[in-house]
């Protein structure tokens, strides 16, 4: 994620990951993290039983944070 004001990244956020099941509306997985020194999350995750799911990531600022 970038700060389109100034064209960096952002470091100082909370990731909310969730895979959802579409068939059912269900989440699969839910995950909380914190980007690295890299500004990168990086998550595998593997499926099994080959219905769609869709991914959602929302972003929180932590606090004390600028944005």
């Given at each position: 994620?970038?700060?389109?004001?100034?064209?960096?990244?952002i470091?100082?956020?909370?990731?909310?990951?969730?895979?959802?099941?579409?068939?059912?509306?269900?989440?699969?997985?839910?995950?909380?993290?914190?980007?690295?020194?890299?500004?990168?999350?990086?998550?595998?995750?593997?499926?099994?039983?080959?219905?769609?799911?869709?991914?959602?990531?929302?972003?929180?600022?932590?606090?004390?944070s600028?944005?």
């Amino acid at each position: 994620m970038e700060d389109a004001t100034i064209g960096q990244p952002i470091r100082d956020v909370v990731l909310q990951v969730k895979a959802i099941a579409t068939e059912d509306n269900l989440t699969v997985f839910d995950y909380k993290g914190i980007p690295d020194q890299q500004v990168k999350l990086t998550w595998l995750e593997q499926f099994f039983d080959g219905s769609p799911h869709k991914i959602e990531v929302e972003t929180t600022p932590l606090p004390g944070s600028n944005h």
